[in-house]
């Protein structure tokens, strides 16, 4: 069970923090802008590193810890500098391994270093996209992207949607796969335990009024009526593509395998 692996402490109380819930509702205008939300039990957030804070200086896994604001669980690592820091856990790592960032580096589970110096075929999570700007692919509970070549200025990257596509060399990302894989298969047993999550019932749109849903009225469970779905706004819903023309786009090679069907 992934959890055999978790470290029986308490967070540390100088890297966690109070965030005051929402919601759902927008700060600016109270209004609800995402359902279903609200509840839930008190949880703190970890601070958590996801650039290159700490470049150059060795640290020591002290502890593997459950973060209740992510699906994949935190390492807690001590630096030689006696400074203590979160990072995500890649899996397979455990308390007493060293780890260390640097542009250089062993090709080790949990090392940090430049694209360009990962070998192909080297899995790797928490990638930038921008350097210096802190890694944002690949960051949830068994997600990696696979390096799977190297251009002049690029390298390219199969992302976890199977997407290939080119990311600057100079950017840094963590040797492995985030840690807790089996998080997609873990059965939530009960309503009570999606309330605690801060999730609030999801009422089907059919079995609403023709005043509260496109796809209210009807008799008995009748069928939607309309030639698509659409959202309780009338917009567009279910595969609807969101993504605008942007710049990013040359960068893809690859498109998504959901892409390539449609």
């Given at each position: 069970?992934?959890?055999?692996?978790?470290?029986?402490?308490?967070?540390?109380?100088?890297?966690?923090?109070?965030?005051?819930?929402?919601?759902?509702?927008?700060?600016?205008?109270?209004?609800?802008?995402?359902?279903?939300?609200?509840?839930?039990?008190?949880?703190?957030?970890?601070i958590?590193?996801?650039?290159?804070?700490?470049?150059?200086?060795?640290?020591?896994?002290?502890?593997?810890?459950?973060?209740?604001?992510?699906?994949?669980?935190?390492?807690?690592?001590?630096?030689?500098?006696?400074?203590r820091?979160?990072?995500?856990?890649?899996?397979?790592?455990?308390?007493?391994?060293?780890?260390?960032?640097?542009?250089?580096?062993?090709?080790?589970?949990?090392?940090?270093?430049?694209?360009?110096?990962?070998?192909?075929?080297?899995?790797?999570?928490n990638?930038?996209?921008?350097?210096?700007?802190g890694?944002?692919?690949?960051?949830?509970a068994?997600t990696?992207?696979t390096?799977?070549?190297?251009?002049?200025e690029?390298?390219?990257?199969?992302?976890?949607?199977?997407e290939?596509r080119?990311?600057?060399?100079?950017?840094?990302?963590?040797?492995g796969?985030?840690?807790?894989?089996?998080?997609g298969?873990?059965?939530?047993?009960?309503?009570?335990?999606?309330?605690?999550?801060?999730?609030?019932?999801?009422?089907?749109?059919?079995?609403?009024?023709p005043?509260?849903?496109?796809?209210?009225?009807?008799r008995?469970?009748a069928?939607?009526?309309?030639?698509?779905?659409?959202?309780?706004?009338?917009?567009?819903?279910r595969?609807?593509?969101?993504?605008?023309?942007?710049?990013?786009?040359?960068l893809?090679?690859?498109?998504?395998?959901?892409?390539?069907?449609s």
């Amino acid at each position: 069970m992934a959890k055999e692996v978790l470290t029986k402490k308490e967070p540390e109380k100088r890297l966690t923090v109070y965030i005051k819930k929402k919601a759902g509702r927008s700060p600016q205008t109270g209004q609800v802008t995402v359902r279903h939300r609200g509840g839930g039990a008190k949880r703190l957030y970890r601070i958590c590193d996801f650039g290159e804070e700490k470049l150059g200086i060795k640290g020591k896994v002290i502890a593997i810890e459950y973060d209740p604001y992510r699906s994949a669980f935190l390492m807690l690592v001590e630096y030689e500098d006696g400074d203590r820091r979160y990072l995500l856990a890649p899996h397979g790592i455990k308390v007493g391994d060293e780890i260390i960032c640097a542009e250089k580096a062993e090709i080790k589970i949990g090392n940090r270093m430049k694209l360009k110096e990962v070998p192909i075929g080297t899995q790797v999570y928490n990638v930038e996209l921008i350097p210096g700007k802190g890694g944002k692919i690949a960051r949830g509970a068994g997600t990696y992207a696979t390096v799977v070549g190297h251009e002049e200025e690029y390298t390219l990257l199969e992302m976890p949607s199977k997407e290939t596509r080119r990311v600057w060399k100079e950017c840094f990302a963590s040797i492995g796969q985030v840690s807790n894989p089996e998080h997609g298969f873990q059965d939530i047993g009960k309503a009570g335990r999606r309330r605690l999550k801060g999730w609030r019932p999801t009422v089907r749109g059919k079995a609403m009024n023709p005043i509260d849903h496109p796809h209210g009225g009807g008799r008995g469970k009748a069928p939607i009526g309309l030639p698509y779905p659409k959202t309780p706004w009338g917009k567009p819903a279910r595969g609807v593509r969101t993504r605008k023309k942007k710049w990013t786009d040359k960068l893809i090679i690859k498109s998504r395998k959901k892409e390539a069907q449609s």
